[in-house]
């Protein structure tokens, strides 16, 4: 997965683009008291467990996103930033992953207006619950194909534990 080094409210920070992602995630430390909105959201990891993560609006500027979104906060992610699938959201290829505070400056003028935050799945009060992995044939609407049922009764159960 490609890491480049950009801006989360004009910080420097390490991104992750993440395309098994649905959401944006940011290290809680770098996100000012006055972006929280005041609303958690639960998110289930790949392991199975959830979490519930307070939400905020950030500002950030990566080569892969450059606006305004809502964020998920973690006390200590392995990156700063985890970048999802979210709208206007790319993936560079054979392009520098640098960026210059300057350019920061300059880009923050022309970005989109400071009330428009990038939409994504989360935002909806429909959906309170996040995945931090999405399969890609949800995303793309197409149904999971599963095996044959299996039916486990505490009787099968127990005959599997007396073979060991």
């Known amino acids: 997965m490609p890491t480049a080094t950009g801006y989360l409210e004009g910080q420097p920070v390490t991104v992750l683009r993440d395309?098994?992602?649905?959401?944006?995630?940011?290290?809680?430390?770098l996100v000012p008291e006055k972006s929280f909105t005041s609303i958690t959201r639960t998110v289930h990891i790949l392991d199975g467990?959830?979490?519930?993560?307070?939400?905020?609006k950030v500002y950030i500027d990566c080569p892969f996103?450059?606006?305004?979104?809502?964020?998920?906060?973690?006390?200590?992610?392995l990156y700063d930033v985890f970048?999802?699938?979210?709208?206007?959201?790319?993936?560079?290829?054979?392009?520098?992953?640098?960026?210059?505070?300057?350019?920061v400056a300059r880009l923050h003028k022309e970005s989109t207006p400071a009330g428009e935050?990038?939409?994504?799945?989360?935002?909806?009060?429909v959906l309170p619950t996040l995945s931090a992995v999405t399969r890609r044939t949800r995303e793309m609407k197409l149904p999971v194909v599963a095996s044959n049922e299996?039916?486990?009764?505490?009787?099968v159960l127990g005959k599997v534990a007396e073979r060991r």
Request: charged fraction near 15%; aromatic fraction near 6%.
């Open 117 to 125: 935050l990038a939409p994504y799945p989360s935002v909806s009060p």
């Open 49 to 56: 467990s959830s979490r519930q993560l307070p939400e905020a």
């Open 83 to 103: 970048l999802g699938n979210i709208d206007r959201v790319i993936f560079l290829s054979g392009s520098t992953t640098a960026h210059h505070l300057s350019d």
């Open 150 to 155: 299996l039916v486990v009764t505490p009787q």
């Open 19 to 29: 395309s098994g992602y649905n959401t944006v995630l940011v290290k809680r430390s």
């Open 65 to 77: 996103f450059r606006g305004p979104t809502v964020a998920l906060c973690m006390k200590k992610p």
